[in-house]
């Protein structure tokens, strides 16, 4: 079973920035947080991680908090081609090939 | 660089009929993997492939489910008889197989059983 929560559902207006939460309260010190999206009727598709730091690249910007119990994807101008489920996911660090998938969050971006 | 490529993209079937789904990994990546993905829900690891070698399978139906990488390329997943409850999305991705390495999804078969 996945081991983070995220809320099912949100709503983003166009251009402004989509705040993503997740928890991970169990998380041990070598699992990094991996976040994948998956736009309808595709594939999931990688957008970030991080272990301990901030983290940004082109698509987005992970916050990790200093307990790391919780991390906020963000999307900093979202477009509706961003209507997408996020999904929010421990890896371990130590051998660990398998991401366990939860349901997400549908985040839908209104004109 | 060219993305995983699945096949077909949809099939429906009647229940007790075999079907075949195929997978052509992202060259040079030694890792796939199939995942099933019912309806509302993330998708699920059913088998794990370094190179020619099922190293997880611990989620595959056996007593229906069969899967095969030869030569360590591509891939392809079997399901014989297939049931309603078979009715899902299954996915294949590919990673150059080191443990921490992003997963490159393909587009998914669709298969719908009656």
């Known amino acids: 079973d996945a081991k983070t929560t995220q809320p099912p559902s949100m709503d983003c207006a166009e251009g402004r920035a989509a705040n993503l939460p997740c928890n991970h309260s169990?998380?041990?010190?070598?699992?990094?947080v991996y976040w994948y999206r998956q736009i309808h009727s595709q594939g999931p598709q990688y957008i970030i991680h991080?272990?301990?730091n901030n983290e940004t690249n082109e698509m987005a910007s992970l916050i990790i908090t200093e307990d790391r119990k919780s991390s906020t994807l963000i999307l900093p101008h979202a477009t509706l081609r961003d209507t997408a489920v996020y999904y929010c996911?421990?890896?371990?660090?130590?051998?660990?090939?398998?991401?366990?998938f939860g349901k997400g969050t549908k985040l839908s971006v209104i004109p | 660089e060219a993305g995983v490529v699945q096949s077909p993209r949809y099939k429906i079937i009647e229940k007790k009929q075999p079907v075949a789904f195929w997978c052509n990994p992202i060259?040079?990546?030694?890792?796939l993997y199939w995942y099933l993905q019912n309806l509302g829900q993330g998708p699920e690891l059913l088998i794990r492939?370094?190179?020619?070698?099922?190293?997880?399978d611990s989620q595959l139906p056996k007593d229906r489910f069969s899967a095969e990488r030869l030569k360590g390329v591509d891939s392809t997943l079997k399901i014989q008889p297939a049931e309603l409850g078979d009715s899902a999305v299954y996915l294949c991705?590919?990673?150059?197989?080191?443990?921490?390495?992003?997963?490159?999804f393909g587009p998914g078969t669709r298969l719908t059983v009656l």
């Open positions: 991080g272990l301990k």
């Open positions: 060259s040079g990546h030694n890792t």
């Open positions: 492939y370094e190179n020619e070698e099922a190293v997880d």
């Open positions: 996911i421990e890896q371990s660090g130590a051998g660990s090939y398998q991401l366990t």
């Open positions: 169990t998380i041990s010190g070598n699992e990094y």
């Open positions: 991705a590919s990673s150059r197989g080191t443990t921490l390495d992003t997963q490159y």
